[in-house]
């Protein structure tokens, strides 16, 4: 226990860093402002002195004095917005003042009633002075607590050795050197809180300075992984809408094009495991992967699916992900989907409901190739719409705790399939969710693409 008690002591004293000092000059005024507005309020608690025995009886005679203090708290106060002085000279300007003024206080009133009765009530009294003593804790000035720590006990020897000769004589000498033992005592506790205060400052600071930086970066990041969003493009007989909401600022949600020279065009979808930097920089190269995915592959999704699924399983063996993949042919008028573990896709064919398409394939990452992303192949025409989707969609819940489900999602698009357009569609959509599931504060990296074909 000794061996920790100094190895904290010996971290408590260490001299600070020139960085640390830098912190420390650049939060001090703060602090310094907090004293003086405590400063100021505390001293009127020595108006109370009117009020209690045996000062109740002088009230003509410490006024004057209490009306000092006043002052110069007050002075201090102004100073600090006025700067004619620095601060801190002013503070320690203001502690020399008041504090003598409350000792005079205190000797004029055993002048007055010399008895020992008298003296212990006064020195209960002296006692309080410790508050003065450990307001200067809030400041960061090392040498604060310890200064008015003398600074009081050098006024309580001027009292004592002042008291009248018979009453000094009568007294112990413990009786004398007490509020001096106890000014002493707060001087060391409030250098140690000054101490930890100062540590923890400029660790604060630090790990703020942190995490702004951290902000940055990760603003920075998105507007990478913006960029890495297809943006206002023209799709060739296929029109798009999309929403994505990352509680992280990025995340793993991500779809793009595969534009091909035909005029045809691939959709891929991907949702990888996980939130933040981490399944952002993964979707990234989900993404290069796709765009650089040999062109015998971007017209059959099962293919796309298992080359995806080998280079995860090779490259990031700790990563996974779903995704879903749609070959829009617009030559022979149909679509091929895979899916590798994603939700559903919905489609609704012109003038008809919404409904699920349900297909079975692996999640990619795993090379477990169970079961088997098997295509499906369904007609395209005109009007039709297609609804897919991240799964932090259907996790959502609404005040009742009670989440939406892909079958809440299908009924909540039934209700919207007349709208004029997927840009109307879109905003219907989010209105309700809005209202009935709170999508602004969704937990989970959520996205959805509306598809129709022209």
């Known amino acids: 226990m000794s061996q920790s008690l100094f190895a904290y002591l010996k971290e408590l004293l260490k001299k600070?860093?020139?960085?640390?000092?830098?912190?420390?000059?650049?939060?001090?005024?703060?602090?310094?402002?907090?004293?003086?507005?405590?400063?100021?309020?505390?001293?009127?608690?020595?108006?109370?002195?009117?009020?209690?025995?045996?000062?109740?009886?002088?009230?003509?005679?410490?006024?004057?004095?209490?009306?000092?203090?006043t002052i110069v708290r007050l002075i201090l106060l102004v100073?600090?917005?006025?700067?004619?002085?620095?601060?801190k000279l002013m503070i320690y300007l203001g502690a020399l003042v008041s504090d003598a003024l409350i000792y005079s206080i205190f000797y004029i009133t055993i002048a007055e009633s010399s008895n020992i009765e008298t003296y212990y009530i006064l020195n209960s009294y002296l006692i309080s002075l410790i508050l003065p003593i450990l307001l200067y804790s809030i400041r960061l000035d090392i040498n604060a607590c310890i200064f008015s720590a003398l600074y009081?006990?050098?006024?309580?020897?001027?009292?004592?050795?002042?008291?009248?000769?018979?009453?000094?004589?009568s007294l112990g000498l413990f009786s004398k050197i007490l509020p001096i033992i106890i000014y002493l005592g707060s001087g060391v506790v409030g250098t140690t809180f000054v101490l930890n205060k100062r540590k923890d400052t400029t660790a604060l600071y630090n790990l703020s300075e942190e995490k702004r930086y951290m902000q940055q970066e990760l603003q920075l990041a998105k507007k990478v992984q913006d960029a890495l969003f297809p943006g206002d493009i023209k799709i060739p007989s296929l029109s798009?809408?999309?929403?994505?909401?990352?509680?992280?600022?990025?995340?793993?949600?991500?779809?793009?094009?595969?534009?091909?020279?035909?005029?045809?065009?691939?959709?891929?979808?991907?949702?990888?495991?996980?939130?933040?930097?981490?399944?952002a920089m993964v979707a990234?190269?989900?993404?290069?992967?796709?765009?650089?995915?040999?062109?015998?592959?971007?017209t059959s999704p099962s293919?796309?699916?298992?080359?995806?699924?080998?280079?995860l399983t090779k490259d990031l063996n700790k990563y996974h992900a779903s995704a879903i993949y749609l070959f829009f042919d617009f030559i022979?008028?149909?679509?091929?989907?895979?899916?590798?573990?994603?939700?559903?896709?919905?489609?609704?064919?012109?003038?008809?409901?919404?409904?699920?398409?349900?297909?079975?394939?692996?999640?990619?990452?795993?090379?477990i190739k169970i079961p088997p992303i098997l295509e499906k192949t369904i007609p395209i025409s005109s009007g039709d719409r297609f609804f897919i989707y991240t799964d932090g969609l259907i996790e959502s819940e609404d005040p009742n705790g009670e989440s939406m489900g892909s079958d809440g999602l299908l009924a909540l698009l039934n209700r919207h399939r007349h709208s004029a357009n997927i840009q109307v569609l879109e905003q219907n959509l989010l209105s309700e969710l809005q209202s009935k599931y709170g999508i602004d504060t969704?937990?989970?990296?959520?996205?959805f693409l509306i598809l129709e074909v022209d």
């Open 79 to 87: 100073q600090y917005y006025t700067k004619t002085i620095p601060i």
């Open 284 to 298: 990234s190269i989900v993404k290069v992967l796709v765009s650089t995915i040999p062109y015998r592959f971007k």
């Open 16 to 69: 600070p860093t020139k960085s640390e000092w830098e912190i420390l000059k650049l939060v001090e005024p703060r602090y310094d402002k907090e004293f003086t507005y405590y400063a100021f309020i505390i001293h009127l608690l020595v108006y109370s002195f009117l009020f209690i025995p045996p000062f109740e009886n002088l009230t003509t005679d410490i006024l004057p004095y209490l009306l000092g203090i």
């Open 152 to 169: 009081f006990s050098f006024l309580h020897i001027v009292y004592v050795f002042l008291l009248p000769n018979e009453l000094f004589v």
């Open 332 to 367: 022979e008028k149909k679509c091929t989907l895979g899916n590798a573990g994603h939700p559903y896709l919905i489609l609704a064919h012109k003038n008809e409901e919404y409904q699920e398409l349900e297909t079975q394939g692996a999640i990619l990452g795993f090379n």
């Open 303 to 311: 293919k796309l699916m298992d080359y995806l699924d080998d280079r």
């Open 442 to 447: 969704f937990s989970d990296d959520t996205m």
């Open 240 to 279: 798009f809408t999309y929403y994505r909401k990352n509680p992280n600022l990025i995340g793993g949600d991500f779809f793009d094009f595969v534009q091909l020279r035909e005029g045809n065009v691939g959709v891929f979808l991907t949702d990888v495991a996980g939130h933040g930097i981490s399944s």
